[in-house]
């Protein structure tokens, strides 16, 4: 399987999502996702204090059950906006933050998954996984601007990225500030 087979920058753009054809896989992969958030909250919901289970457990009670219920909705908000871009502006036209760009990939050791005229993928496997999960990161690149968005590609399942756009986005900022002096 291709990833970002038929990715359509202008209605990316236009959105501010991500906008590819996507295999049944993936469909059934967020689908997947969505549900076990959902179980998730309703177990936080409904395992309440009145049950006798962690009426005398306060770290459960006061630590964990939070926790839980924290975590699924964050990782449904995730899931929800996975495909969102982040906007960078730049000083530089499209072929310069595209260079700029690759010279970063090379410094930070990622591989590059496709170059296109105004995109590039870059390819980077995921710490700790079993499997050979990849995390994708997609920049839609021009004049003066660069779009990007951080999409994970794990077997048997859609699980969103929760921090690493974070940090991206916090590099992107320092990549075109130092550059922008």
């Known amino acids: 399987m291709e990833k970002f087979r038929d990715l359509d920058t202008e209605q990316s753009i236009a959105k501010n999502k991500l906008v ?3 295999s049944w896989g993936d469909k059934f992969g967020v689908i997947q996702g969505y549900f076990i958030c959902g179980i998730l909250l309703l177990y936080t919901v409904f395992f309440h204090p009145a049950t006798g289970v962690i009426k005398d457990e306060p770290f459960i009670l006061y630590f964990l059950v939070p926790f ?3 975590s699924s909705i964050y ?3 995730r899931q929800f906006t996975q495909k969102s871009l982040l906007k960078q502006a730049t000083n530089y036209k499209t072929e310069k933050a595209g260079d700029m760009l690759l010279a970063y990939a090379h410094e930070k050791d990622y591989s590059t998954y496709k170059i296109g005229k105004d995109c ?7 710490m700790f996984s079993a499997h050979d999960d990849k995390k994708y990161t997609v920049f839609i690149i021009r004049d003066y601007c660069i779009w990007f968005c951080v999409i994970k590609e794990i077997k ?3 699980r969103p990225v929760l921090f690493s756009h974070l940090f991206l986005e916090r590099d992107m900022k320092e990549l075109f500030a130092n550059t922008n002096s």
């Open 20 to 22: 590819y054809r996507q």
């Open 156 to 158: 048997g399942s859609n």
């Open 120 to 126: 590039v993928i870059w390819e980077d496997s995921i």
């Open 68 to 70: 839980l219920f924290l």
């Open 75 to 77: 990782i449904g908000y």
